[in-house]
């Protein structure tokens, strides 16, 4: 069945980096849009960042444009998002999803229009 798992989240101090990685099994990954979002304590879950089923285009939050990058690699199955200049707002649990439509673009997508979700990976920013 299909599976996604995140992996790399951790502590980090205001300023720093984290890179986390999301491996996709179970379904034709290479042909699907993936989703980044994340959810803060007591907030719901937002979009953070898409890359294009073919890695060729990226859509961003406004809240993470040029801080953050997502990048695939279908050689492993893996997508991910390359976190720099974080800050304590950045904290939350960052989960990524699979479009549910087969080659799609990048867009601004909501929670609907996401298929498979990983079980998260926390990351806390101190300040």
């Known amino acids: 069945q299909a599976q996604l798992v995140e992996s790399g989240g951790g502590l980090v101090q205001a300023g720093g980096s984290l890179r986390l990685s999301c491996a996709a099994s179970?379904?034709?990954?290479?042909?699907?849009?993936m989703g980044w979002f994340r959810q803060a304590p007591g907030k719901e879950r937002s979009f953070v960042g898409a890359?294009?089923?073919?890695?060729?285009?990226?859509t961003y939050a406004d809240s993470v444009k040029g801080r953050f990058t997502i990048s695939r690699d279908h050689s492993k199955n893996t997508v991910y998002l390359q976190m720099n200049s974080l800050q304590p707002e950045d904290t939350a649990v960052y989960y990524c999803?699979?479009?549910?439509?087969?080659?799609?673009?990048?867009?601004?997508?909501?929670?609907?229009?996401?298929?498979?979700w990983g079980k998260g990976t926390l990351v806390t920013v101190s300040s």
């Open positions: 179970g379904f034709a990954f290479g042909r699907f849009a």
């Open positions: 999803a699979s479009h549910r439509v087969i080659y799609s673009s990048d867009s601004l997508f909501d929670l609907d229009d996401m298929r498979y």
């Open positions: 890359i294009k089923w073919s890695g060729t285009s990226t």
